[in-house]
């Protein structure tokens, strides 16, 4: 559910920082990440993939080849309040877009690519959250 996801985002969110300088992603491209969720902001710079890596690599969340660990996401998810409710979804969203750019060779174009996907997949599941929704989260993590 949306609320679930926010607990996600806002606890997810408090990685950016920590991949700021090595991922190249400026404050001006996104200063916040629960910013990811607007409507107007567009999931399509490469250094957007990068920052998701590094941060995704803080909770073990990828294997080897940089795609999703299935387990560690799902424990990930399910240890949110009513996280059962929606690890499940998580993974089986993130996959579908994992296999419609397997292709691609640059893996933060990928993981980027994999993020805007994933971003209006989970719309269409209503399982978005609104922005105002995580900021009222982010003081829990
Ligand atoms: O193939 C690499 C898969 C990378 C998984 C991350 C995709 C979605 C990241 C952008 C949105 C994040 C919102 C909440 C946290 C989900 C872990």
């Given at each position: 559910t949306a609320e679930v996801m926010s607990?996600?985002?806002?606890?997810?969110?408090?990685?950016?920082?920590?991949?700021?300088?090595e991922s190249g992603l400026s404050a001006e491209v996104l200063e916040e990440f629960q910013h990811f969720w607007r409507e107007d902001f567009e999931v399509v710079h490469r250094e957007?993939?990068?920052?998701?890596i590094c941060m995704s690599n803080k909770f073990s969340l990828l294997?080897?080849?940089?795609?999703?660990?299935?387990?560690?996401?799902?424990?990930?998810?399910?240890?949110?309040?009513?996280?059962?409710?929606?690890?499940?979804?998580?993974?089986?969203?993130?996959?579908?877009?994992?296999?419609?750019?397997?292709s691609m060779t640059d893996d933060c174009e990928r993981v980027v690519k994999v993020a805007a996907c994933f971003k209006v997949d989970a719309k269409a599941a209503g399982i978005a959250p609104e922005v105002a929704m995580i900021e009222a989260v982010m003081e829990k993590y």
């Open positions: 607990h996600v985002t806002a606890h997810f969110g408090k990685a950016l920082e920590e991949c700021r300088e957007l993939g990068c920052a998701i294997q080897d080849d940089t795609r999703m660990h299935h387990v560690n996401m799902h424990d990930y998810v399910k240890g949110f309040p009513n996280g059962h409710v929606l690890s499940e979804k998580l993974v089986e969203l993130i996959h579908n877009c994992e296999k419609q750019f397997d």
